[in-house]
T-cell receptor, first 111, second 115 residues
Framework: QKEVEQNSGPLSVPEGAIASLNCTYS??????FFWYRQYSGKSPELIMS????GDKEDGRFTAQLNKASQYVSLLIRDSQPSDSATYLC???????????FGTGTRLQVFP | EPEVTQTPSHQVTQMGQEVILRCVPI?????FYWYRQILGQKVEFLVS????????KSEIFDDQFSVERPDGSNFTLKIRSTKLEDSAMYFC?????????????FGNGTRLTVT
């Protein structure tokens, strides 16, 4: 059974701080990784995709991938109260059209 | 920005009834998906669809479920005889290429309530 693990949180950070969200996955052959944001009662919204080891930056967001450790993370700089949401890590299972989601980490940014 | 649209936003049905959930994927996307999320649980893969046929399906996607692309724009999920445990949010998604190298874009979802 392919798994994606995330700490469910909540992760509470003050406004302006860096929020660090982590995810591990079990399928060593996975090549594609995605971070989605989900507000309560809403659909997942794509934040970032990452396919290669290392860092990928997009505005206040940085995704980090380490395939050897089977670990992917998301950093949110200058966190805002509007960033308060559940962050979903999703991993493509090798050679399939299937994404497996983690349970998500709930982030709370307080003013 | 183009988006995936789903109708209806909320569907209430009685156990044993058939329901059809509808989706219009992004127009230049080739891969289509249905996912579901039971309240408080993770987003779960149901089925992927490419070139007018199912490319992958999960254990959840049993004989009660079917998908169809009846015309050039719509993509539907049919549940033949709904059960209480089918109550969930159902998300349609599409991607330009396979999920292996192309992100999925999700619609706003249909909340299905089976009574």
């Amino acid at each position: 059974q392919k798994e994606v693990e995330q700490n469910s949180g909540p992760l509470s950070v003050p406004e302006g701080a860096i929020a660090s969200l982590n995810c591990t996955y079990s399928d060593r052959g996975s090549q594609s990784f995605f971070w989605y944001r989900q507000y309560s009662g809403k659909s997942p919204e794509l934040i970032m995709s990452i396919y290669s080891n290392g860092d990928k930056e997009d505005g206040r967001f940085t995704a980090q991938l380490n395939k050897a450790s089977q670990y992917v993370s998301l950093l949110i700089r200058d966190s805002q109260p509007s960033d308060s949401a559940t962050y979903l890590c999703a991993v493509n299972i090798q050679a399939t059209d299937k994404l497996i989601f983690g349970t998500g980490t709930r982030l709370q940014v307080f003013p | 920005e183009p988006e995936v649209t789903q109708t209806p936003s909320h569907q209430v049905t009685q156990m044993g009834q058939e329901v059809i959930l509808r989706c219009v994927p992004i127009s230049n996307h080739l891969y289509f998906y249905w996912y579901r999320q039971i309240l408080g649980q993770k987003v779960e893969f149901l089925v992927s669809f490419y070139n007018n046929e199912i490319s992958e399906k999960s254990e959840i996607f049993d004989d009660q479920f079917s998908v169809e692309r009846p015309d050039g724009s719509n993509f539907t999920l049919k549940i033949r005889s709904t059960k209480l445990e089918d109550s969930a949010m159902y998300f349609c998604a599409s991607s330009e290429r396979t999920a292996y190298n192309s992100p999925l874009h999700f619609g706003n979802g249909t909340r299905l309530t089976v009574t």
